[in-house]
């Protein structure tokens, strides 16, 4: 009889630590619905997923480098160089397919800088990618004067502005860059490799596996996918802003451990960073609705990200003690 209630415990608790953030944002929907009948229109859900889809293109990247015990700081500035970078471009005279895939092969690269640091320097990732956030927006206002950029072809603002389906264009590259990452991470050898290397790295270095390569691969998704995201956003606001993605990196990161990417490596799935990603939006969104003050957001989103590391923490202590 014990036995059973323990399983029964067990079970239970295991429910709660698995989808409890689905509980979550079913809740955060019924209290804002409750207090803002607007919350809930056809309008307001699409406004949501179309400001989450940046976090979310962004998301995919960061859930890999933390899959591998990593961090990426960087991101929100990656963001602002690749917007400023793809309006310039095309002011030059570049059409604008060939300054995404130029912006795209360059954000790639300054993940590949970062992966070289971490892998080759053994500089921690906190500070590699600290040292590259703050680089980074240097490099857009130098590249811009300070000045936001516009005047540049409007054919690419179908990326930003554009519905297909009636579902805005953002929210359909954010679902198309999830799935292909889920693809990656559950169905490939690679992405077998990105849980190993973050579960136990020597033992992953021990079986053959070049650790190395596979962080240098994390770190370039998320500059590529960084760079992605400062696309869109050019095409959203059609103008080049050099403090674009200013603190999104605090927003990233908050939506994958809410997702239940573990902060140490080697766990989490992003079917749950997609609801992570989605709660952020709707506790932002409501949050402006209910007239709650730009401070005070600030102080929840900040407790929000606390309280999901210490919750990512009791997980991983509980586990250990279950061992």
């Known amino acids: ?45 699409l406004n949501i997923l179309r400001q989450v889809a940046l976090v979310g293109i962004i998301s995919v990247g960061m859930t890999m480098v933390l899959l591998t015990g990593g961090i990426d700081l960087s991101v929100g500035s990656m963001l602002g160089v690749g917007t400023v970078s793809t309006a310039l471009l095309m002011l030059s005279g570049v059409h604008y397919a060939a ?26 990732p906190l500070i590699t990618t600290l040292g590259m956030m703050i680089s980074l927006r240097g490099v857009a206002y130098l590249l811009t004067g300070g000045l936001p950029v516009f005047g540049f072809p409007g054919d ?28 990656f991470l559950e169905k490939t050898r690679h992405g077998r490799y990105i849980y190993g290397v973050g579960g136990n790295e020597e033992a992953t270095r021990l079986s053959g596996i070049n650790v190395n ?25 059609n103008s080049g802003q050099p403090k674009a993605g200013d603190g999104y990196e ?3 990161i908050t939506a994958v451990v809410l997702g ?20 952020m939006g709707v506790l932002s969104n409501g949050m402006i609705l209910t007239n709650v003050q730009d401070y005070t957001q600030q102080v929840i989103k900040g407790m929000t990200l606390l309280a999901a590391v210490a919750f990512d923490r009791m997980m991983q202590t509980r586990k250990t003690r279950m061992v």
Do not use: H, W
């Open 1 to 45: 009889m014990v036995e059973k209630v323990q399983d029964r415990k067990y079970t239970v608790g295991r429910f709660f630590s698995e989808y409890g953030i689905v509980i979550v944002l079913i809740a955060l929907i019924i209290l804002f619905a409750s207090l803002s009948p607007q919350f809930i229109q056809k309008d307001n859900i």
């Open 99 to 124: 300054a995404i895939i130029i912006v795209l092969a360059f954000s790639a690269g300054l993940g590949f800088i970062n992966g070289i640091f971490v892998t080759k320097l053994l500089i921690p």
């Open 156 to 183: 690419i603002l179908f990326l930003g502005k554009g519905y297909i389906l009636g579902i805005p264009v953002p929210v359909i590259i954010m679902a198309a860059v999830f799935t292909i990452g889920m693809l």
């Open 213 to 237: 390569r596979i962080k240098l691969l994390v770190y370039s998704c998320s500059g590529l996918l960084s760079g992605l995201a400062g696309i869109v956003l050019l095409a959203r606001v």
């Open 250 to 252: 605090m927003d990233v």
């Open 260 to 279: 239940g990417v573990s902060i140490s490596g080697g766990e989490g799935k992003l079917r749950f960073v997609i609801i992570g990603v989605l709660i």
